[in-house]
Every structure is written in C-alpha cells, then in structure tokens.
C-alpha cells in the first residue's frame, strides 16, 4: 500500500487514465439559465453521473472519484442542503443495485458522521455489497475536504503508532481515505471555475489537470473523450526532463 499516493515512485502511465477525479460544478446554474431551481440542476447532475459511470467503463477507466459535497457546502441554504442529502439517499437507493449488477465497487468517502443515521447506514450497506467488485470502483466524496483527509490521516497514524516522533510519505498515506486508490491520473473540473475547492489536495500532486466550461449536467460522453484526449497530449514527467521520459518509454 505504501507505493500508492506518494511522489516518491513514477506510476504507470497508459493511454487512457486509470482513476479520473471529477469536481461537477455547474449544477445551479445550469438550472438558472434555464429559469429553473437550483435543485432541477442538482436532479440533471445525478443523471450525467450515471451517463459518465457507463462512459468511464466503455474507456476502460478502473477507478472514477466524484466530489458530491464538500465540507464547506453547508455554508449554503438549509434547503439546498437538505434536497443535496436527499437527492443522495434517493441516488444511493436506486443505483446501488444497478453498480452491483455491473460489476461496480462503491465507495463513499468524507466525514460521513454529520450525515443522518440512517443515510450513513444506506453507505455502509452499499460499500458492503460492492465491495467484491472489480470493473470500476466509484468513489463519492461526500461532506469531503482535502485538509480534513490529511487531518484524519494524521490522527490515525498517532492512534496506531503512538510513539511516531518523525512522519513520512508513506506513514501517512496507508490512512488517506482513499488509499485503497492510485491517485488521480486525470482531473476535471467542469462548470468554468479554474480551482481545487479543497478537493484531493494531496492526491492531486502529480494528476494532470483539465478544466471545462461546460455545467455538470451537460457534460456526458463526448466530453469525457475531449478530455481524455487532452490527457493524452500531455507529457507526465514526474520531475524528469522529456528527453528521459522518452528514454523510459523506448525502454519498456
Ligand atoms: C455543483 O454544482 C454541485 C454541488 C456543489 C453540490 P453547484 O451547485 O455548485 O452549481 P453552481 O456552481 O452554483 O452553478
Ligand atoms: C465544489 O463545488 C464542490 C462540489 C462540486 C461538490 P462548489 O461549487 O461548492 O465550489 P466553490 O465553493 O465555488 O469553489
Ligand atoms: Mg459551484
């Protein structure tokens, strides 16, 4: 475990993106332009994550990493909060299934104990059920936030190693929370802001970064190719210079 989320080695670097990391930002105003309430956006960003689950598995992406809410969105009015958490119970409810029929692993990560007792125990149940599954591991990153990630890590790592005077890179990511995870080859971020909104922030080191204009309910198919393709114009060299990323490539 201890290789994963660290700079110290060079993963490897296919075509296509093994873990793609989405913000989908867009949702309420998608709904405005459109004369509608914020909450049409959110239900119409519920349907382009399934379009994109299916599109990721036709990529032969292995791992999709969605920020659903994040630890500063309570900021926002209590309704939008309450129909956020009850557009991701009624998500939670009829995907479940269907994830688990397709052979999805379902993941939801985020200081999950401000949620309701009983939503908390719909993730449970469906992390339970997928956990054996091996096409895609979705992982949704709820009440989320990059600082409080390496926060939790940190209180871990002092729990299972008291006596820890000096930490490392790889003390500390076996308790990231998705260390189960490589990190994010490629992130997006839709929606036309250009920031990180306290997302992976230590996952996010070395992922090449892709942002589009485009509201989350509007971005489906085609533009995961877009940005696919963008990724794969990208030289990845992890602190070498180019002439020895082509050295490697004839190497292997
Ligand atoms: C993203 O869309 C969804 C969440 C943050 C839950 P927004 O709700 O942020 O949409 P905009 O940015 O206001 O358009
Ligand atoms: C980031 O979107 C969080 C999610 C998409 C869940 P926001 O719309 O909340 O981000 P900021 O606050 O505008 O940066
Ligand atoms: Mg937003």
């Known amino acids: 475990m201890s290789e994963l989320s660290t700079t110290q080695t060079i993963p490897p670097v296919d075509a296509v993106p093994n873990h793609v990391a989405i913000i989908m930002d867009g949702n309420g105003r998608w709904a405005t332009q459109r004369f509608m309430p914020r909450v049409a956006g959110h239900s119409k960003g519920v349907e382009a994550v399934r379009t994109i689950v299916e599109a990721c598995i036709e990529q032969g992406v292995s791992y999709l990493t969605l920020f659903a809410f994040s630890s500063e969105n309570w900021r926002r009015p209590e309704d939008e909060v309450s129909i956020l958490m009850r557009l991701f119970m009624i998500a939670l409810e009829r995907e479940v299934n269907r994830m688990h029929a397709n052979n999805i692993r379902l993941k939801v990560v985020g200081d999950l104990t401000r949620f309701s007792p009983e939503l908390q125990e719909k993730i449970r149940k469906a ?9 895609l591991t979705v992982t949704i990153c709820a009440n989320y936030g990059g600082r409080w990630d390496v926060i939790q890590a940190m209180n871990k790592l002092l729990v ?4 820890i005077t000096q930490i490392e890179e790889h003390h500390l990511t076996p308790h990231l929370s998705m260390a189960y995870a490589p990190e994010p ?19 996010l080191a070395y992922t090449e970064l892709y942002f589009t204009d485009t509201y989350w309910p509007d971005f489906g198919r085609a533009e995961l190719a877009s940005a696919i393709q963008s990724y794969q114009q990208r030289e990845r060299r992890f602190g070498r210079t180019s002439a020895q990323v082509i050295a490697s490539k004839k190497a292997s």
Do not use: C
């Open 160 to 163: 299972s190693e008291p006596g």
């Open 127 to 135: 992390e339970a059920l997928t956990n054996d599954n091996t096409r």
């Open 185 to 203: 080859d490629l992130f997006i971020r839709t929606g036309g802001e250009q920031r990180i909104s306290n997302f992976l922030l230590w996952q």
